[in-house]
């Protein structure tokens, strides 16, 4: 694995690459409270076949930290994906995945911005559009509130990271010692080694939730995608549930719903599933033409009486 460092907006990201730089990149964006090394299972197996890059996020990892919440918006993180491929990749068409905070902030760059014409294709795990989200809770709550109840349930640590103090206070006292417990024992997964810099993975990250969420939610706008999209859906996630995804298709002309018997970390969980289905994806729009599995996986665009919200 190859690392760099690259430049965005006076914040230095460190970047990795692996496999061979001829073949079609695909690019991997980890989620919170995590740094690149929670998607190297599945990096590993798809760089036998495309050129792969992972990066830091801001925050995370060996990236730079701004300290004002507004960094962390997600017009700078779009940038910061921009820059990255833009180091890497100048020019180049790529295709995109994300988990959880990795999807979230990379639907910005799906839906918007100078990298719509780059993007080939888009596979988000656990991290729906806060957007969409935004306009999800707008309809169900007049209508069906036990589902917004039932995500609001699931969210709760949402609220936990919105206190000034004792969130990432919970982080340098000594939950980022408690973290691979909580995934053996809660999530049923592993790490290969425990993350050097998961306090600081953790205290920093909760930057994203402060500087994003309420802004989007109350404000959504209408964000259509640009490409295909892969969802990949653990049917265990105990965060973020499948009623999220209920409405994507009215935001995405050609999408793929997938399910899989996982908790939120299937990244850790089933990474040669994973892989296989991200190079399925990737293989289908480079060759126009998507395998079987796919093409059961499609989900209907909108018909008749469905409505942009």
């Known amino acids: 694995m190859n690392s760099l460092a690259v430049e965005s907006h006076g914040v230095r990201l460190q970047a990795y690459t692996l496999g061979d730089s001829s073949q079609p990149p695909v690019v991997l964006v ?12 599945v990096a590993e197996r798809l760089a036998q076949r495309y050129f792969v890059i992972l990066y830091d996020v801001r925050g995370a990892g060996a990236s730079d930290a701004p300290a004002n919440t507004a960094d962390y918006r997600m017009a700078q993180l779009s940038a910061d994906l921009e820059a990255v491929v833009d180091a890497i990749i100048p020019g180049r068409e790529f295709h995109l995945a994300g988990h959880d905070w990795g999807s979230i902030q990379s639907w910005e760059s799906v839906t918007a911005g100078p990298l719509t014409t780059r993007i080939r294709s888009y596979t ?63 999530e049923g997964v592993e790490e290969a080694s425990p993350n050097p810099t998961q ?22 706008e209408q964000r ?83 409505t942009q919200p």
């Open 199 to 220: 306090r600081r993975d953790g205290k920093n990250g909760v930057q994203l939730y402060r500087a994003n969420f309420r802004h989007k939610l109350l404000r959504p």
């Open 124 to 186: 988000s795990l656990s991290g729906p559009c806060l957007d969409h989200m935004g306009y999800w809770m707008r309809d169900r709550a007049p209508n069906q509130p036990g589902q917004v109840l039932k995500q609001a349930l699931s969210s709760w640590y949402i609220g936990f990271f919105h206190l000034p103090v004792l969130a990432p206070l919970a982080w340098a006292g000594g939950l980022d010692r408690l973290w691979p417990s909580y995934l053996k024992h809660r």
């Open 30 to 41: 980890h989620g919170y409270p995590d740094n690149h090394s929670v998607w190297l299972p």
């Open 224 to 306: 259509p995608a640009h490409c295909p999209v892969q969802l990949i859906v653990p049917t265990g996630d105990n965060y973020v549930g499948t009623q999220l995804f209920e409405d994507l298709h009215l935001w995405v002309s050609e999408l793929y719903r997938r399910d899989i018997d996982a908790t939120h970390w299937v990244l850790l969980s089933q990474p040669d599933t994973l892989a296989e289905w991200i190079g399925q994806f990737v293989d289908g729009v480079e060759n126009g033409r998507m395998p079987e599995a796919l093409a059961q996986a499609r989900i209907n665009p909108i018909t008749m009486g469905d």
